[in-house]
């Protein structure tokens, strides 16, 4: 390299002459140019920087979105498989009860048909025909129960020391529930029998109806015209079959003395 201001030789990567310190314009230039493709490059570099992010972006959605979709077709399938699974066992669990029921009602085990209904929760309407069997006759065990009290009530010991007031309240109020639970029994059978007499429980829900009368009047002195009335009521409460109970009392009275 000749200095074109001194005309002293010097080697061509040097910034400026060493003799008389004048610069080096070709060796200037390339350093300019080369500063100014950096510049370009970098410009490039920092336009093509959100691109790049978002082509990134755009493969994590996509990404995401593809996760997201197996995992509801997983769901999908996982809830129709379990909806299936549950539908089976459903089933199957249905066709025992009506198995089982179906026995005891051929067997006529009513206990046992009220036990294994209570432990199941049995109520569908499809179990009518054991439901309201079983029903009507939890509530003629309970009669039977109250005629059992009432005979204990009504030897002498059982009140040695009592008031004759209290004795015959006690009895009144046994006689009550004695009548409630026969009452109701019988007005459940016959309801079932005429509404459901169709699912062919008829011959057992008259058994109960007719076990329940004959044991209100043999006990309790009832006469079948209150019986017919006392199951003809809306409602069977307190207040309208104490009267009959009072009266009942009266004539079981009049039968003992
Ligand atoms: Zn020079």
């Not at 079959?241 to 009942?248: I, N, S, V």
Request: net charge negative; hydrophobic share 35%; glycine share 4%.
């Amino acid at each position: 390299m000749i200095c074109s201001n001194c005309g002293g030789e010097y080697a061509e990567t040097d910034l400026f002459c060493p003799f008389c310190k004048k610069e080096n314009e070709i060796m200037a230039e390339k350093i300019k140019q080369a500063k100014y493709q950096q510049l370009v490059q970098e410009e490039r570099e920092i336009k093509a920087l959100p691109q790049k992010r978002m082509a990134k972006s755009r493969k994590m959605i996509l990404i995401i979105a593809s996760v997201m979709v197996v995992i509801l077709v997983i769901a999908i399938v996982g809830s129709l498989i379990s909806g299936k699974v549950q539908a089976k066992k459903e089933y199957e669990k249905q066709s025992e009860y009506m198995t089982v029921l179906e026995d005891y009602y051929q067997a006529g085990d009513l206990e046992a048909m009220s036990n294994y209904i209570d432990e199941n929760d049995i109520f569908q309407s499809k179990y009518d025909k054991y439901y309201k069997l079983a029903r009507s006759y939890d509530y003629y065990i309970s009669l039977t129960e109250c005629i059992a009290d009432f005979t204990k009530m009504t030897e002498d010991e059982f009140f040695p020391t009592w008031e004759e007031a209290q004795k015959e309240e006690l009895c009144i109020s046994n006689i009550y529930f004695a009548t409630n639970y026969g009452i109701k029994a019988c007005k459940w059978c016959r309801e079932g029998i005429e509404k459901y007499g169709e699912i062919d429980n008829v011959e057992q829900m008259q058994k109960i109806n007719d076990q329940c009368i004959e044991l209100l009047m043999n006990q309790f002195c009832y006469t079948e015209e209150e019986i017919e009335e006392m199951c003809a009521l809306e409602d069977v409460t307190e207040k309208n079959l104490t009267p009959y109970c009072e009266q009942a009392y009266a004539t079981w009275r009049e039968t003992v003395e």
